[in-house]
């Protein structure tokens, strides 16, 4: 089971049950199929990338455990030895300096110390079942200083989650985004800038929020892009636009800077933007 080395220029998604592994250059948008067979009997959910061992860890939903997920894509369940409940799925994750962080509502949240090793692996709960009332899909953490943001669907509001001395978190409400009707934000996570990024998989519309100065910021969140225009369609048959954008919540741009740590796919909206926007000129010269 050997890291991630290097630095990729294609992003990576996982799409499907069982899961398969695409690696997307969205300058062109263009893709290969780079994992057939990560081991996987389903879903791998609530994925990131641990820049401490550059490894990508998600939720295997048919082992019902974390997994660790190396260069070829092929998964290794891990055992959990106490902390998290049996009878529970998780969607919500990411990791942040060596740890790795679930969610659930009514449940709780749950931190593992990914340096214990793999025979040691123990879950605390870091929040109670009782406090775990948001609605979410997705959380990120914030550039190198690791303060954890979510956009709530039921609200489309932005928390704040804090941790106290003991490691205990509680989170408040920060502002609105501003944003309406139904959504499901399965997709969240920050630039090395500080902007985070919201993707909403009801209709693929991604939001930005401006959090660079996190002693002064507000929580309106701003159109950033649309669905995939319909000629980009022709350039990825296999895979539906639609399920591209919803899906670039997974999409995980492997050690993208070596000091910075990013929310999976952080550097993916800033090159899908440079996409469309080359898109748009190669429109004006062909018509």
């Known amino acids: 089971m050997s890291p991630f080395d290097g630095c990729p220029t294609e992003a990576f998604l996982f799409q499907g049950s069982p899961s398969t592994v695409y690696a997307v250059d969205l300058a062109t948008g263009q ?6 067979n990560t081991g996987a009997a389903g879903v791998i959910n609530a994925v990131g990338f641990n820049e401490t061992d550059r490894y990508i860890y998600g939720w295997n939903k048919s082992a019902a455990t974390i997994t660790r997920i190396n260069q070829i894509y092929r998964v290794e369940d891990l055992a959990i030895q106490e902390g ?25 949240m749950f931190k593992i110390d990914l340096s214990q090793g ?16 948001l609605t979410l899909t997705d959380f990120a953490f914030y550039p ?7 956009v709530e669907n ?23 985004t501003g944003l309406s009707g139904t959504t499901t934000f399965g997709a969240q996570y920050f630039d090395k800038s500080g902007f985070m990024y919201i993707s909403n998989n009801n209709d693929g519309k991604i939001y930005r929020l401006d959090l660079r100065n996190l002693s002064s910021f507000s929580a309106t969140a701003e159109f950033f892009l649309p669905m995939v225009p319909h000629q980009v369609k022709t350039t990825v048959p296999a895979v539906p636009v639609h399920l591209l954008l919803q899906t670039i919540l ?38």
């Open 31 to 36: 893709y290969s199929e780079v994992g057939t």
């Open 84 to 108: 998290l409940p049996t009878d529970k799925s998780f969607f919500v994750g990411d990791v942040f300096n060596n740890t790795y962080f679930l969610y659930l509502k009514n449940s709780g």
């Open 118 to 133: 793999d025979d040691n692996l123990v879950a605390t709960r870091i929040m109670s079942a009782a406090d775990a009332t």
């Open 144 to 150: 190198e200083t690791g303060e954890l943001f979510a």
């Open 154 to 176: 039921s609200n489309n509001d932005l928390y704040q989650f804090s941790f106290d001395a003991s490691g205990n978190a509680s989170f408040e409400r920060k502002g609105s």
């Open 250 to 287: 997974i999409l995980v741009m492997l050690r993208i800077a070596t000091k910075h740590h990013w929310k999976i796919m952080a550097l993916a909206i800033s090159l899908a933007q440079t996409f469309f926007s080359e898109l748009q000129l190669m429109q004006k010269v062909l018509h």
